[in-house]
């Protein structure tokens, strides 16, 4: 059984499927197909499916050309049915982790896709998870559902976990040239995987187990969590002490060794920074363990959109303006620079509360053109001179490069830089406002006689 998978992975004769084919699964599928292998490609959603189908993409990471060129080979076979499963030898589970309403993890994508693949389980089948989850989802939920078909782990089939690295919009690290971690359920489980994605990947990296692998990706989310949450910090305590956060954090960056550079912003977004910790929290929770420092970067970085709320109102307020009636334009709502990807994004929760808070709101985002916003869908506005001059305050939530700040903050009376996207600007720093620059939210709390006048929910919170 083992012999037969391992000789037809090699010779590139297995048949291969990637289940959901979103930001992740739709690259992997691709990769895999220019290795040579035959991709079946499943997702739930039909349009999708069309779409690729076109030889289209809907996603940045992946070109038009890349679809229409591995359709073209014959490799790569895009569909919404399962029963595809009946002829393949590999499968790779990339369907959506989020978090339920009350923060809970919500693994029914996973659930469903296991019972899928449960009811077309055959012996000889390599299944690898790579949706990002709590350690112990591999050993204590797939594989009974899998061994629940009569087949045994490691005799009949083989059952790993891998977690994905992408990052969307990275222009050095793909699919390919990111190493991957594998660990399996036995050693064979772990070898397998391991020559499995060696076929397409430059360096895999095993090991010990599936619950060791699972643990890898939420350090590395975590990590990132807790180290934006700490820099967040630093840049309200840098607006205190009326220093720039940025100046500070180039500097200490000249250290050759113990130090990596964070920087602030308006708050967490994707799909991966702000879930992935909560589903590392939850299941400690269940054991009885609080997770502290996930705990903490999670209150202070959700609270960044009220720090940048506040930082329009100050801005407004050189003015004489409330934010009721003001005209305010968003710069940038997806969640990171470069990507058209506004899930979980700081900018819809900032937005929010600009509108709650009675602003004439409007964004511009060039790879976002509409955005639904509580019940309403809003149109990305063109960026004329005109429209800039006519707002009272343009706020940089996301740093596209295709921004020409130079000519949009020539014309605005009043910037909000999150990102510190104006550094090269000083020409104009009299009307911006920069987040952990001295001159935001907590500027007026420098005074240790005034302090009682500070916003304390936002500096104590
Ligand atoms: N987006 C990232 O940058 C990133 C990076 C690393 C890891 N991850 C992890 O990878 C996983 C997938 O994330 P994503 O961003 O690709 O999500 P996504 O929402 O872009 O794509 C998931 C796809 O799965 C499909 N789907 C859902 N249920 C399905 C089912 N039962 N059968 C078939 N298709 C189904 C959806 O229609 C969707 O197209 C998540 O666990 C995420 O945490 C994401």
């Known amino acids: 059984m083992r012999r037969e998978l391992v000789r037809k992975i090699r010779n590139r004769s297995a048949n291969v ?41 809907y996603i940045g990471d992946a070109a038009d050309e890349t679809v229409a060129g591995a359709l073209a080979t014959g490799r790569f076979l895009p569909t919404s049915e399962f029963a595809a499963l009946r002829d393949v030898d590999t499968v790779s589970i990339c369907v959506p982790t989020p978090l339920s309403k009350s923060r809970d993890p919500d693994i029914s994508f996973i659930l469903s896709a296991t019972e899928k693949i449960r009811k077309y389980l055959h012996p000889g089948q390599l299944i690898v998870l790579e949706s990002t989850t709590y350690p112990g989802t591999t050993d204590e939920l797939i594989l009974p559902e899998l061994e629940s078909s009569g087949l045994r782990v490691g005799r009949d089939f083989f059952l790993a976990f891998s977690p994905e690295r992408i990052d969307p919009g990275n222009t050095s690290f793909n699919t390919r040239n990111t190493p991957k971690i594998v660990g399996g359920i036995t050693e064979e489980c772990t070898e397998i995987a391991h020559i499995f994605y060696s076929q397409f990947i430059e360096r895999v990296v095993p090991v010990s187990s599936t619950k060791c ?109 409330s934010i009721r009636g003001s005209k305010v334009l968003i710069l940038g709502v997806a969640y990171k620079k470069n990507v058209s990807d506004c899930r979980e994004s700081p900018a819809l929760d900032v937005m929010r509360m600009l509108i709650q808070k009675g602003a004439v709101l409007s964004y511009n985002d060039p790879f976002v053109a509409t955005l639904r916003m509580n019940g309403n869908t809003m149109k990305s506005v063109d960026l004329t001179s005109a429209n800039i001059a006519s707002q ?58 005034d302090s009682e006048n500070a916003p304390m929910s936002l500096l104590t919170h």
Not at 423 to 448: E, V, W, Y
Request: charged share 20%; aromatic share 8%.
């Open 392 to 449: 009272d305050c343009i706020v940089i939530l996301t740093d596209h490069s295709d921004y020409d700040l130079h000519r949009i903050i020539a014309a605005a009376k009043l910037v909000v830089d999150t990102r510190n996207a104006t550094k090269d600007l000083q020409q104009f720093k009299d009307k911006i406002i920069k987040l952990g620059a001295g001159n935001s939210i907590a500027s007026f709390a420098r005074h240790p006689d």
């Open 17 to 57: 499927a990637v289940i959901g084919l979103g930001y992740v699964g739709l690259p992997l599928a691709l990769q895999i197909a220019s290795a040579g292998f035959k991709v079946v490609g499943i997702d739930l959603d039909q349009n999708k499916i069309a779409t690729l189908k076109a030889g289209k993409s």
């Open 213 to 321: 692998a699972e643990m890898v990706k939420l350090l590395e989310n975590t990590f990132r969590s807790v180290n934006i949450g700490m820099v967040n910090e630093l840049a309200l305590m840098c607006d205190v002490l009326g220093v720039d956060v940025y100046e500070v954090i180039d500097a200490a960056a000249t250290k050759p060794f113990g130090f990596i550079p964070f920087y602030p912003g308006p708050g967490l977004g994707g799909h991966c920074i702000p879930i992935d910790p909560h589903y590392l929290a939850w299941k400690l929770k269940a054991l009885n363990f609080q997770a502290r420092f996930i705990a903490l970067a999670a209150e202070i970085n959700g609270m960044m959109p009220t720090v940048v709320t506040t930082m329009v109102g100050e801005g407004l307020n050189r003015f004489s303006r």
